[in-house]
């Protein structure tokens, strides 16, 4: 992958597929209400994407206790918690991005080969007879980026197992996870299927595609405004951030957008500023993209001034915000 980021720190992250993983942050007003914000979460009400706060991450885990403590969550726990939601429908994930976040923050805390082998072992383990949870269908999605962060000598030994699982649950009719056994397992053959010819294909999927980034361009560009993550950009160049601010404008929702300017805004691109600025006044935000332009300022502010000129009102009204401050 090229480098496209404004650090080098940046590019690493992407490398290693972000946003498809968890980073718990510590500072987040949400961890000063970390039960409600969990609740909120489970109602669809919030979206961390890949930074959650790390107290929430805590009542996550917790949540199918009666009553869920705060103390840190040790890597015992972790996995335990992960192998219990794999095989039973107590935690209340309502999403299948719900598990994969489960999935990886049981992997910041536990590890990505301790997190493989408990995910791996539920599928040996698992009775195909009977009806699998939301969380054994929708965790193979999450096994094409725990293969990527794994050791080499282990992504082998794993890949053979998880093989012969994807086989044994295709044999039992289980056509949802099968699906996403084989978007992680075999990736952009698997995706093209998936969207290709599609009126409204689900691009989030261009994730999967790693080693065909001309495929990734071209779906990006066929449909504007569909959502993508910023993976997407890290495979198919900063050509895929055209027209971003309008897509994420309307495909993602409002409680999206945090996440989305943290992750485009790692993204060196005139994209990226436009992002910022059409994301200036939004509540969802408060004065993140303000902070944003602050702290790119050098890349940003010729082109905040640029667009000013053109007749930008949010343009003319950032600078007026910033004035004196970059």
């Known amino acids: 992958m090229d480098r496209i980021c404004f650090t080098s720190t940046e590019d690493d992250l992407l490398a290693r597929g972000w946003p498809r993983c968890a980073e718990l942050v510590d500072g987040h007003p949400d961890g000063r209400r ?5 609740a909120a979460y489970f109602a669809s009400k919030r979206w961390y994407g890949a930074e959650i706060p790390r107290e929430v991450a805590v009542q996550i885990l917790r949540s199918g206790r009666s009553e869920p403590s705060s103390k840190p969550v040790a890597k015992a726990e972790a996995k335990a918690i992960l192998a219990g939601a794999l095989d039973s429908r107590r935690l209340p994930l309502t999403e299948a991005r719900q598990v994969a976040d489960l999935v990886f923050i049981v992997e910041h805390i536990a590890g990505t080969n301790d997190t493989l082998e408990t995910i791996t072992a539920a599928f040996e383990a698992v009775e195909t007879r009977r009806v699998p949870s939301p969380a054994l269908v929708a965790a193979p999605a999450t096994l094409a980026f725990l293969l990527m962060r794994a050791p080499p000598s282990a992504r082998t030994a794993f890949r053979s197992r998880l093989e012969a699982q994807r086989e044994r649950v295709a044999r039992a009719g289980w056509d949802v996870c099968t699906r996403n056994f084989d978007l992680s397992l075999n990736g952009t053959p698997i995706v093209k299927q998936l969207v290709w010819r599609r009126r409204d294909p689900d691009l989030e999927l261009l994730d999967y595609a790693v080693d065909d980034p001309e495929f990734v361009r071209l779906l ?10 910023v993976r997407a950009v890290a495979i198919g160049g900063l050509a895929t951030m055209s027209s971003l601010a ?12 945090p996440a989305l300017l943290r992750d485009f805004g790692m993204v060196k691109s005139p994209e990226t500023v436009d992002l910022a ?9 408060k004065d993140a993209p303000l902070r944003w332009l602050v702290a790119h300022a050098t890349y940003a502010r010729p082109l905040v001034e640029a667009s000013a000129k053109s007749g930008s009102p949010i343009a003319k009204t950032v600078l007026r915000k910033l004035a004196g401050k970059w």
């Open 246 to 257: 309008p897509r994420c404008l309307r495909a993602f929702p409002a409680r999206a957008f």
């Open 220 to 229: 990006v560009a066929r449909h504007p405004l569909a959502k993508i993550s």
């Open 277 to 285: 600025l059409a994301l200036v006044g939004r509540t969802h935000v």
């Open 34 to 38: 970390p039960a409600s914000s969990a």
